[in-house]
């Protein structure tokens, strides 16, 4: 009999047990992974403003349909030097070529290359923006073209003479209207930047009487 009672006993134990750690048992926990946060990029990597740095570049003549003509023409880039503007320290940015002579004062402004007129030329994290738009007029009402400037191309692989470059594109568009598109609606200045190098290639000056375009494209570069 006693032992009849001792076996109920530890029969009632292993089961009171049992039930216990069946009840205390917890699911398992997933742990969920932390969304990654997007790079920042900066934007003066790309513009490479320092004095003394130089880009050469070969002119290509480039058709409507995209057919390429390269050229013995080439011209260049460099930082001249640096000067204060309204108390803000910009880099002189100078273009030597026959054809195409300009100089631009830029600088970077809250991770965006602006120049002294304060409009931004390269953002390289913003890819949404419309950096400025408008519509160009023939008096007094003939409108020439609506044009809209913003960031497209993000990093896309390009090869020019120098090699192959990963570039960002600050793009400006133009709608051109009828009575002045000439057979070609929209044209496309587009200004492709790599990082840690510079302007890789750019669209030069379009004229409406002409359906081609020229574009620089990066031969060699010197970067202090």
């Not at 009999?1 to 069946?22: D, E, P, W």
Request: net charge positive.
């Amino acid at each position: 009999m006693k032992n009849l009672l001792y076996c109920m006993l530890v029969i009632a134990i292993v089961l009171t047990q049992a039930c216990k750690k069946k009840k205390d048992a917890e699911p398992e926990k997933i742990e969920q992974p932390t969304p990654a946060t997007p790079a920042v990029e900066n934007s003066a990597a790309y513009a490479q403003l320092k004095i003394g740095n130089y880009w050469i570049y070969q002119r290509v003549d480039v058709d409507p349909q995209g057919n390429e003509t390269p050229t013995t023409n080439y011209d260049s880039c460099y930082i001249a030097k640096d000067t204060l503007i309204h108390g803000s320290t910009f880099f002189w940015l100078k273009n030597f070529s026959p054809l195409f002579a300009y100089q631009e004062f830029l600088r970077d402004s809250a991770n965006h290359i602006i120049n002294a007129h304060g409009e931004i030329v390269f953002a390289a994290n913003d890819f949404t923006t419309i950096f400025a738009s408008g519509i160009n007029v023939n008096p007094p009402n003939d409108t020439i073209y609506k044009s809209q400037y913003k960031m497209t191309d993000k990093d896309l692989s390009i090869t020019v003479p120098a090699g192959n470059f990963t570039t960002s594109n600050f793009q400006k568009k133009y709608s051109i209207f009828p009575n002045w598109a000439n057979g070609v609606p929209l044209r496309y200045m587009n200004t492709r930047f790599a990082k840690n190098i510079g302007m890789i290639t750019q669209t030069q000056a379009i004229f409406l009487s002409l359906t081609s375009t020229v574009e620089r494209r990066l031969v060699r570069y010197h970067l202090n």
